[in-house]
């Protein structure tokens, strides 16, 4: 890795420069939003009904693409432990990184027209949105779509990846002209060049070109116990090549990174980053995805500490939430009527509020709750949470329960 994004690769970053943007809008130099603290009580409250209701013995799960995997009440990962037998606790870790990796890759926003539907007969039910996305990718993964050879289905190798196209695509989601997708190209060529990545760092690294090396990484010389910043600075990595659409700085490809006026030059630590000035990074996918990974290295037997260096995700549900909830508004309300590009400042600005004021929602939420941040780490928060309040808000404020704000999107960063 050059050093010259080092400084946007560390979480932590992305909480100072999410915050320096923050204190410009609440002191009221931003022409974009204005910020209402007041209303955090409000939007926490929802949260923690919300968060007792989903879950009333206590029990909350982390934020995670496992939880898609179980819409329905289905228990998926069950037809995926039985298919694997007598697997060993790596080969079982590799499996559940293969299909993660592919899955979060392939979850960005459908559309509201998409459906899958689980199954044949008239009984079978439909899944949308996040979840079909899920249940879809999973459903293809248990019927090989990803493996190279057949008679080792349950992988997600480079080669095969290298191979799929659209068309591929449109069949594993049974996308038809009544059942469109949006950004079905996007996420094709996303995933083959998730192939080439692999092949590259299998070149690197001697370990086989499947998503499942970068568990093999992680736990390299024997090691027992990871970070969740070590997971998300694995997959920053291997998978840097991958995000042709986000930004180029210092003259590589530096994904969900953006320009803002407001995000300064702070760096971990205290310091500050020459290179860098003016760019904040959100990494929102491969954080969705280092959460996803957070279970499957614990049930193979690996300790994950330091959860909450994670930041909360900048997407449209989490931002929906502060929008919807009055805790951001927009100066003019014709911004939200508009149809925005994940690189414009007011889309920039708007996750990075979201990024820091998850983490006031989170406090409150533990308060109401009862609980402290290692009870109820962030991942946490948002899976009892905040994702889901933001779901609820959008269909109390519209009839079709889309987001506050419209963002061009080509199926991959955002």
Request: glycine residues 12%; negative net charge.
């Amino acid at each position: 890795m050059n050093d010259a994004l080092a400084v946007l690769r560390d979480p932590a970053t992305i909480r100072l420069r999410s915050a320096a943007i923050t204190q410009a809008v609440a002191d009221g130099r931003s022409g974009w939003f204005r910020l209402d603290r007041s209303r955090l009580d409000e939007v926490a409250e929802r949260v923690a009904t919300l968060t007792r209701e989903r879950f009333p013995d206590g029990r909350i799960p982390f934020h995670s693409r496992w939880r898609h995997f179980e819409a329905g009440g289905v228990d998926r990962r069950a037809l995926l432990d039985e298919r694997l037998g007598h697997a060993t606790p790596a080969e079982r870790a590799r499996a559940y990184f293969d299909v993660a990796v592919v899955s979060v890759l392939l979850d960005a926003g459908a559309g509201g027209a998409w459906r899958f539907r689980e199954g044949e007969g008239d009984e079978a039910p439909f899944y949308s949105r996040s979840e079909g996305l899920g249940v879809a990718s999973l459903r293809g993964f248990l019927a090989g779509a990803f493996a190279f050879e057949s008679a080792e289905p349950l992988r997600a190798d480079a080669a095969a990846l290298r191979r799929l196209d659209a068309r591929a695509l449109a069949e594993l989601f049974q996308v038809t002209a009544d059942n469109p997708m949006v950004g079905l190209e996007g996420r094709a060529a996303l995933l083959v060049r998730l192939g080439d990545a692999l092949m590259a760092e299998s070149g690197r690294s001697g370990l086989e070109s499947r998503p499942g090396l970068m568990y093999d990484l992680l736990v390299a010389g024997g090691r027992s116990e990871v970070t969740a910043a070590e997971i998300l600075g694995v997959l920053l990595r291997v998978m840097a090549p991958i995000w042709t659409s986000g930004s180029v700085v210092a003259g590589q490809r530096a994904g969900d990174v953006w320009p803002h006026r407001f995000a300064g030059n702070a760096a971990p630590g205290g310091g500050s980053d020459p290179l860098t000035p003016g760019w904040v990074p959100f990494h929102k996918l491969s954080q969705w995805l280092a959460y996803s990974l957070i279970e499957p290295l614990q049930w193979c037997g690996v300790q994950v500490g330091g959860l909450d260096a994670l930041t909360g995700l900048p997407e449209y549900r989490n931002g929906g939430l502060l929008l919807d909830g009055g805790v951001l508004l927009a100066r003019n309300p014709r911004d939200l009527a508009r149809r925005w590009k994940p690189s414009d400042e007011f889309i920039v600005e708007w996750r990075a509020l979201t990024v820091t004021l998850l983490d006031e929602v989170a406090e409150r939420v533990r308060a109401r709750l009862g609980l402290n941040a290692e009870q109820l780490p962030l991942a946490c928060v948002l899976e009892g949470g905040s994702w889901a309040a933001g779901r609820q808000i959008a269909r109390e404020r519209r009839a079709d329960g889309a987001p506050p704000v419209d963002i061009d999107s080509d199926g991959t960063i955002f």
